[in-house]
């Protein structure tokens, strides 16, 4: 039976992952800096360890791990609207990843399925895809067996992106875009996903790949199919300057007791780093799931959960 870690088991991509490494008769450890939820989704079947950023415990709590599946990350370099407390940098975030990679290798861990993102670049100027980079390179400066996974974003059940996008286009008639609008982005299905990190935790060659699903779209056309699916109406795309789609979205975000896209994300995205030319990895078309749930997505606002 393989002995299986997981990096932010209650998150949303790790639940999926969990849940997977249990259906095929992996023995699961949970190592996150978060409460176990109450009650438990997995029925007592995952060990719960600290994520502690020491590098002595953190070696204690990879012990007896063959595989590790790392998921940890921080979206935000600065705490978003409504956090209270201490905050993570991309920064710090680098250097608990190297840190952990370091604890897995010292561990006696035999491979490692790390999740990063579409196109990082060690000399971009946004931290996300600059902190991204330096993870990977460390990953592989490891030496140890590795696959490196570079999904888009995500969709399913509880996501946060697809289903606001049809929050907003429910109740407005128009919606704020940098131009130009050609800028692209190719979301996976979290299930597909989570199939896809473990088929690469069983294998034992390096790989370094995108994990996006097989449709992709112009941002702007994703946010018009979604307005025409859900809503019976294609949303007016108003083009303009980044700065000013930036206010408007911090000002709903007040309202909204969130942050919906920070100054690097929306960067990012206009920069078309969230686009893929790679052969898909998922085989769940999103087109098809808005379709099916046209009735119920974006019926609620879904925020960040809480750190």
């Given at each position: 039976m393989m002995n299986a870690a997981v990096t932010g088991a209650w998150s949303y991509l790790g639940r999926y992952v969990v849940r997977e490494l249990l259906e095929r008769g992996a023995q699961v450890v949970s190592l996150s800096s978060r409460t176990p939820p109450d009650p438990d989704p997995f029925q007592g079947s995952v060990q719960a360890r600290p994520l502690r950023w020491d590098s002595a415990e953190l070696t204690a709590s990879l012990a007896g791990v063959d595989t590790l599946y790392n998921t940890y990350w921080v979206r935000h370099d600065r705490p978003p609207i409504g956090h209270r407390g201490p905050w993570t940098s991309?920064?710090?975030?680098?250097?608990?990843?190297?840190?952990?990679?370091?604890?897995?290798?010292?561990?006696?861990?035999?491979?490692?399925?790390?999740?990063?993102?579409?196109?990082?670049?060690?000399?971009?100027?946004?931290?996300?895809?600059?902190?991204?980079?330096?993870?990977?390179?460390?990953?592989?400066?490891?030496?140890?067996?590795?696959?490196?996974?570079?999904?888009?974003?995500?969709?399913?059940?509880?996501?946060?992106?697809?289903?606001?996008?049809?929050w907003a286009v429910r109740r407005m008639p128009f919606f704020p875009l940098p131009g130009p609008l050609d800028y692209r982005i190719r979301p996976m299905h979290v299930?597909?996903?989570?199939?896809?990190?473990?088929?690469?935790?069983?294998?034992?060659?390096?790989?370094?790949?995108?994990?996006?699903g097989p449709d992709q779209y112009r941002f702007a056309d994703l946010v018009r199919?979604?307005?025409?699916?859900?809503?019976?109406?294609?949303?007016?795309?108003?083009?303009?300057?980044?700065?000013?789609?930036?206010?408007?979205?911090?000002?709903?975000?007040?309202?909204?007791?969130?942050?919906?896209?920070?100054?690097?994300?929306?960067?990012?995205?206009?920069?078309?780093?969230?686009?893929?030319?790679?052969?898909?990895?998922?085989?769940?078309?999103?087109?098809?799931?808005?379709?099916?749930?046209?009735?119920?997505?974006?019926?609620?606002?879904?925020?960040?959960?809480?750190?």
């Open positions: 991309h920064s710090e975030a680098v250097q608990n990843s190297c840190m952990l990679l370091d604890a897995a290798k010292a561990a006696g861990v035999q491979r490692i399925v790390h999740v990063s993102i579409t196109q990082p670049s060690a000399d971009s100027r946004l931290t996300y895809f600059r902190g991204k980079a330096q993870v990977e390179a460390h990953l592989r400066g490891t030496g140890l067996s590795h696959a490196i996974l570079r999904p888009s974003c995500f969709f399913g059940g509880g996501d946060i992106l697809i289903n606001n996008v049809a299930v597909d996903m989570a199939q896809a990190i473990c088929n690469w935790g069983e294998r034992e060659d390096n790989a370094t790949r995108d994990a996006c199919y979604i307005g025409h699916t859900v809503a019976g109406k294609e949303p007016r795309i108003l083009t303009l300057p980044t700065s000013v789609c930036l206010r408007l979205y911090q000002a709903a975000g007040l309202l909204l007791r969130d942050t919906i896209l920070s100054r690097a994300e929306l960067e990012g995205l206009s920069q078309d780093l969230l686009g893929s030319d790679e052969e898909p990895l998922g085989t769940t078309a999103l087109s098809e799931w808005v379709a099916r749930r046209a009735d119920t997505l974006g019926r609620e606002f879904h925020p960040e959960p809480p750190r």
